[in-house]
């Protein structure tokens, strides 16, 4: 800890594996808001949720951190890239804090970077409960900060900026089907 913040790496030394802090308890439904910083902005991290430990490492969703990849949905150990749109790329403030918050509502997740929506992603066949992880990706030397936030379990559906209308919308908008409320 520095500052209020988890820290990852030191910026001065490769790192040779993934490295996660783990929260001990389970999550199921549930909105989470951290404050990340990513120094130089070309390494890569990430924020674990629904996962499960496998070894050293974790298997399940993770909110991508890092430049080209920012705001994307990844399946850690899994299914790998799930929705890999760039939409939150542009609201990264490079090597500053940036907010991060994920809504997790049964085979719903959506998440946004600074205000704007990045993943609006219905999976039917993905987890519904697991643990919540702070990764520091192996490779160049790099230094990642997490100031978390606020976590919610079983939150109403929505983001700081966007209403459940808009996230409804938003949804429907990327799988090109109605919503049925399945999973929520």
Known sequence: MSDGAIVGGKGKDSIVHNQFIWHKEKVKDFY????????????????????????????????????????RLYH??????????????????????????ILALGNNIWTAINGTLSVAYQDPNGELEGF???????????????????????????LENYSESELLEALVEATNKPYTGEGH
């Open 32 to 71: 989470l808001k951290v404050f990340v910083k990513l120094i130089p902005n070309t390494a890569n991290a990430g924020i674990q949720f629904r996962s499960q430990k496998m070894g050293e490492e974790a298997l399940g969703y993770q909110a991508d951190i890092g430049e080209g990849v920012w705001g």
């Open 132 to 158: 919540i992880a702070l990764q520091v990706h192996a490779g160049p030397a790099q230094l990642v900060k997490y100031k978390p936030v606020k976590l919610i379990h079983n939150p109403e559906m929505m």
């Open 76 to 101: 850690e150990s899994g299914r790998e890239k799930l929705h890999w749109e760039g939409r939150g790329e542009a609201a990264v403030k490079k090597n500053e804090w940036n907010t991060y918050e």
